[in-house]
């Protein structure tokens, strides 16, 4: 079975400043997804970025980035130029390519924003 | 906003009822998933709908149960309600059972926050 760990339960950064969630992840499958979800107070949860397995180049979306490093397993978010409304629940998650139903998701890392 | 809703907002029920949840996806989303999120837990899936048809389903027992109309609504219900049910109702629509590029994967509602006592 897939598994999906977030190791930090919360973190801060400064605004402006840059920071990096980590992620890794188990399955025994080679072709598969990999997401960040953003989850604001509102909680309508929002995708991010999405990174597919057989790609090695590292998925941009603006100020969003990924670290994603296959053999190991880990899946990292950086978040370059902190904002206000980045404060969110972070979720990586992930998804077989050869299956069409879930999404497998961590338990989530708070993200606070320092002014 | 992902064009994806979802009423009640919120919702108190005792234990032992039943309860029905309800989903509107965007027009054109024939793919709905429901999942479940515990306090201070990521969503846990707990069935998909392809074309009115269950077409997936997790660690849930018989007691969840679901409906997917033709006119892009869904619903999850819910008999026998256990306190340990209680937690926020996410739906997640898309246009394709197999989303190939990021605009086609899972749009999410804001959820139903369900309290059982």
């Known amino acids: 079975a897939q598994t999906v760990t977030q190791s930090q339960p919360e973190m801060s950064v400064q605004e402006a400043e840059t920071v990096t969630l980590s992620c890794t992840y188990d399955t025994s499958e080679s072709d598969y997804y990999l997401f960040w979800y953003k989850q604001p107070p509102s909680r309508q949860m929002i995708l991010v970025i999405r990174?597919?397995?057989?790609?090695?180049q590292n998925a941009t979306e603006n100020r969003f980035s990924v670290n994603f490093q296959k053999a190991a397993k880990s899946f990292s978010l950086k978040i370059s130029d902190s904002q206000l409304g980045d404060a969110a629940m972070y979720f990586c998650a992930y998804r077989s390519m050869n299956r069409d139903d879930k999404i497998i998701f961590g338990k989530g890392t708070r993200l606070h924003i320092l002014p | 906003e992902t064009g994806v809703t979802q009423s009640p907002t919120h919702l108190i029920k005792t234990r032992g009822q039943q309860v029905t949840l309800r989903c509107s996806s965007q027009s054109g989303h024939n793919t709905v998933s429901w999942y479940q999120q515990a306090l201070g837990q990521g969503p846990q899936f707990i069935f998909q709908?392809?074309?009115?048809?269950?077409?997936g389903r997790g660690n849930f027992p018989p007691r969840f149960s679901g409906l997917q109309f033709p006119n892009y609504s869904s619903e999850l219900n819910v008999n026998a309600l256990e306190l340990d049910d209680s937690a926020l109702y996410l739906c997640a629509s898309s246009p394709s059972r197999f989303p190939r590029k990021m605009d086609d994967e899972q749009y999410f509602g804001p959820g139903t926050r369900l309290t059982v006592t």
């Open positions: 709908y392809y074309r009115e048809e269950e077409n």
């Open positions: 990174q597919e397995a057989y790609k090695q």
